[in-house]
Each structure stands twice: as structure tokens, then as C-alpha cells.
């Protein structure tokens, strides 16, 4: 099996993929990087992504052969600096696609994310292909990565994969800058306060996967043949789909007293431009995906854990 390389294994979901990836290839093998190494379990060094030369004498020191590159700036934070978002998400990008594309590396993992549609995407069932015009600073790095994606698999033969993840719910570690950050700062306040102010308003319905299922689905698209994968950009993957107002209640249900209000901010222009649900028919059918945590597993998990 491969060394792999995880960049921004810090983060949300690096942190869950670099244990997941270490229990399948053993320890070893999993390189975990981030910009601090002191809260990575070892193998991990702390380096900037954005310093090819550094990220280039890893893999080649390491022999390290695939590289999951989940470093980015949110669609939150990005728009508070848009023009330091676009640097970050593109240059991050280009350091292993080119790497790739040089033979060092044998296969890549690279995020994109439903902030790749837009206000005039078609928002229930969001198909595969359909208007993209995303409004964020964050949404247009990831149409645009998965289209450089698309670029170097065809013209350099580059063996890159990707999902366009969801909001992505985890008790882990805390969520980083995102529009869909309210579906776990809810679980913390419900376990502290009894109480939730919402930056979403009650009906913002938006697609949503827990971390389980979205370390699995990507364990799954990168064990892939390579032939079955016809999405040359980013799969659609989807799991469920709720609003503030039903995951409110569900947390109430089992929870009697929690009470939610809303205070919408900046976040509900770019929840308002995003899809509501998603179909992922063609992750389906090429690499056999499938969710296993409905709302109501997802609910009892997180109060589980938090
Ligand atoms: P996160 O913000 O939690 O983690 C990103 C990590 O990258 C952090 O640990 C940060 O310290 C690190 N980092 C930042 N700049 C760096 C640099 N220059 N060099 C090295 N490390 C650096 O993000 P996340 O939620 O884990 O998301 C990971 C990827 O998945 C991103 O590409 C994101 O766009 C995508 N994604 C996430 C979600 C979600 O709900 N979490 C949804 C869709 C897509």
C-alpha cells in the first residue's frame, strides 16, 4: 500500500481521516502535516503548504506516493479575505497536482464542496452537471480547482479524485470557518446551555453528511478502480438534508426544554445560495456509495459523544 501524506491533517476532517487512513495502512505510513505539529500524533511535522520546495522534500525524502491536500480557508473566513482565500485554496493545489503530474506521486485527494453550485444552480436534487456559479470567494476555488483537476487528468494523466463534501458534522474536533458550522455549535450549546442561537435562519434547509460517513466515502473513492470513476471534476455525495428549525426539534425531542432562536448574519446569503439537497446518483453507480446516518443517527451520535 501507498505512504500517504496528509496536508491540513489539523483540521476537521483531517484530523478524523489521518486515524481512519492509519487504522487501513498502518501507522507508519500515514504522514500527518499542518501548520503546528504539536497537537498531530506521530508521524507529523509541522510545514506550510504553501511552500512547494518543503511539501516536495517530504514526499521525496518520505517516498511518500499519495497526498490528501484538504488545506483551505472556508467560505466564512474567506470572504472576510477573499483575495488571501483564493492564494491559499489555488497555490495548495498546484503544489501536488504538479507533483502528480511529474510522476512523484501516484494518486491525490482534493476536497471541493457543494460551494461550488450557486443561487441559480437548481437547489433540490442538485444534479452532477448543472449551472456553477458560485457567489463566494471559496465556492469559485473550488469550481475552479475541480476544473484544474479535470485539466491535469486529461492532459497529464494525473490520477486526482475528488467529492464535493457537504456540511460535514463532527463531535472530534470543532468546525473550521464554515456556513454549515451551526449544525455543530448546536450540540455544544444544547450540552452547555439548554439553548441555541442560530446565524441561520429557521427553514435554511442545506445537505449535510456525518464525518463517519464522509471519511468513508472517501476511503471508498480513492480504493476505486480508476476505469469505474467517470466524474472527471468532483462527485456529488450526499446524505441528509435538514434546516435549523428540524434539527432544533430533534435535539428537542430527545432533550425536553432546548429551545433555538435565530439571528441570521452574513452566513444566510451564502446558505441562500447553496443547494438544499443534493443527488448523487453517479457516486452511486460508479464506486457503490451509500450514507448511514439519517438525522435521527446523527442526532443521537453527536449528543452521544458531546
Ligand atoms: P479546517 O479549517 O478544519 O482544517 C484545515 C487545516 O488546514 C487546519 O488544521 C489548518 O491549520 C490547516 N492549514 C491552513 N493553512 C495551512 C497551510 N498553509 N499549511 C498547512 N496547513 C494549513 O478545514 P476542514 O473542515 O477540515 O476542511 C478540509 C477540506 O475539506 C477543505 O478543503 C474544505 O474546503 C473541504 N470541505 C470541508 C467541509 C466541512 O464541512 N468541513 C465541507 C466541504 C468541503
Known sequence: MNKVLVLGAGGQIGTELVAALRAERGSE????????????????????????VAVRALVQREGIREVYQLVAMLSATGEKMPAKAWALNMDTLFIVLDMAKEGLLDRVFWPSSI?????????????????????????????????????YRQKFGVDVRSLRYPGLISWKTPPGGGTTDYAIDIFHSAGRDGRYTSFLGPDTRLPMMHMEDAIRATLQLMAAPKELLRVQTSYNVAAVD?????????????????????????????????????DDAEARRDWGWSPRYDLDALVDDMLAHI
Open 115 to 151: 460551494a461550488a453550485f450557486g443561487p441559480t444552480t437548481p437547489r433540490l436534487d442538485t444534479p452532477q452537471y448543472t449551472v456553477m456559479d458560485p457567489t463566494t470567494v471559496y465556492g469559485v476555488s473550488k469550481l475552479a480547482g475541480e476544473l484544474w483537476c479535470q485539466y
Open 242 to 278: 435538514f434546516s435549523p428549525a428540524e434539527l432544533a426539534a430533534a435535539i428537542a425531542a430527545r432533550m425536553p426544554g432546548f429551545t433555538i432562536d435565530y439571528q441570521a448574519d452574513f452566513r444566510q446569503a451564502i446558505a441562500d445560495s447553496w443547494p438544499q439537497r443534493i
Open 29 to 52: 505510513n500515514v504522514w500527518a502535516a499542518d501548520l503546528r505539529a504539536d497537537a498531530l500524533t506521530q508521524p507529523a511535522v509541522a510545514l506550510d503548504a504553501t511552500d512547494a
